[in-house]
Nanobody, 120 residues
Framework: QVQLVESGGGLVQAGGSLRLSCAAS????????MGWFRQAPGKEREFVAASRSSYSTSYGDSVKGRFTTTRDNAKNTVYLQMNGLKPEDTAVYYC??????????????WGQGTQVTVSS
């Protein structure tokens, strides 16, 4: 079992930045791919970013060039640095973990989510 706790959400103006954190516990963190997803009201959940290791990352098209995910295996924590935020980035952001991940699929564990609101 893996427990995930996100933090760092909040209200920010368009063009601003936020950094989300996701602390993991319960299993060997480095063995897991870590993903970030978001869900806005009335919309389907959207893949944002993933890291299989410190050197292997991927991003959704809508956030490429603006968001960066990093991980600190010593602290069992993954981060999502969000720059150039836009009102359409407003959503609940979720952290997820999985051992057998393929693209946005295969995540077994999910955090409770943290709200990000971008004002225009």
């Amino acid at each position: 079992q893996v427990q995930l706790v996100e933090s760092g959400g909040g209200l920010v103006q368009a063009g601003g930045s936020l950094r989300l954190s996701c602390a993991a516990s319960g299993r060997t963190f480095s063995n897991y791919a870590m993903g970030w997803f978001r869900q806005a009201p009335g919309k389907e959940r959207e893949f944002v970013a993933a890291s299989r290791s410190s050197y292997s990352t991927s991003y959704g098209d809508s956030v490429k060039g603006r968001f960066t995910t990093t991980r600190d295996n010593a602290k069992n924590t993954v981060y999502l640095q969000m720059n150039g935020l836009k009102p359409e980035d407003t959503a609940v952001y979720y952290c997820a973990a999985g051992r057998s991940v393929s693209g946005p699929y295969g995540y077994d564990y999910w955090g409770q989510g943290t709200q990000v609101t971008v004002s225009s």
